[in-house]
């Protein structure tokens, strides 16, 4: 019998326009090799449900949309056999780019059918399940306003970051990781378990899916004159190098505000909110991925 892969697919995600999905897919998949099935989400968490039917009659589920889908059906897939593809369709598509994973669709979709399985950690915030960046502080404070924006793409996040640069006021949190107790005023603190939010911008550069462990970047408050270097840093897998930037590992962190307020927060990008802290840990290997054969970056 040939191999059945089902297609989990976000007709909302990313800027491009969906309706020839289907027909790429059915277009470039080698139906020779493979059977498809094709589903479609309809609501938030809807993925997840999708994904974790699939995986019972399914030999490759792939998310197809930005990483708040892949999150969604990685979530139905979680230590479970059955892997998780992705095809991506979103606005930054950061998993997707750690792991070169082709953004054009034909080139992604042909690739299925020789493909490999690797086992990756995923995170945890709380009970929330993370597989690229996290993280809270000016990141989530600009996610928060982007999920709300009519206009998506880089474009639209960039202007929305530029505006809220100096209406923004760093945060003082405690952390407690690696048997010791820190307080930082920090303008954003990432949890990276790949290096990138998307649109090859790396938060942690070093960043691996199998090492077991968090990369925890901190950046303090910075000035405006000191933002070009600092972009430029974050597209040329040079921040850690910045003296705004401090990257730290470990297998888990507790985070407070120490104002004792709610935690803002993003996980891969979707706004969450966190009210009675915050704990970040990893689940080392906990995730069958199928990625492109050909000494991906994993």
Do not use: W
């Amino acid at each position: 019998m040939k191999p059945k892969i089902t297609f989990i697919i976000n007709p909302k995600a990313g800027t491009q326009r969906k309706t020839k999905i289907e027909e790429l897919i059915g277009r470039h998949a080698d139906k020779q090799k493979i059977e498809i099935q094709l589903l479609h989400t309809q609501a938030p968490g809807h993925a997840t449900d999708l994904a974790r039917a699939s995986a019972q009659t399914s030999d490759l589920v792939v998310a197809v949309g930005g990483d708040g889908t892949v999150n969604e059906v990685a979530a139905g897939l979680l230590k479970g056999p059955c892997p998780m593809g992705i095809l991506p369709l979103g606005s930054g598509n950061g998993l997707a780019r750690h792991l070169r994973i082709p953004m054009g669709m034909e080139n992604a979709i042909g690739l299925l059918s020789n493909y490999e399985i690797q086992r990756i950690d995923t995170l945890l915030l709380n009970d929330r399940l993370s597989l690229n960046v996290s993280g809270i502080g000016f990141d989530a404070h600009v996610g928060h306003l982007f999920a709300h924006s009519p206009k998506r793409g880089l474009a639209a996040y960039t202007r929305i970051t530029a505006r809220e640069f100096n209406r923004y006021e760093t945060q003082k949190y405690r952390l407690r990781f690696n048997n010791q107790d820190i307080d930082v005023e920090a303008f954003a603190i990432s949890f990276a378990n790949s290096s990138q939010f998307g649109n090859n911008a790396r938060i942690a550069p070093s960043a691996s899916l199998q090492d077991g462990l968090i990369d925890m970047a901190i950046l303090s408050k910075f000035p405006l004159v000191a933002a070009p270097i600092l972009a430029a840093k974050l597209f040329t897998d040079s921040i850690s190098t910045s003296r705004y930037m401090k990257i730290y590992q470990t297998s888990s962190v507790i985070v407070s505000s120490q104002d004792g307020e709610a935690l803002l927060a993003h996980v891969d990008g979707e706004p969450a909110r966190f009210e009675d802290g915050l704990q970040v840990s990893i689940a080392p290997l906990s995730l069958n991925l199928a990625i492109p054969k050909g000494g991906q970056r994993i």
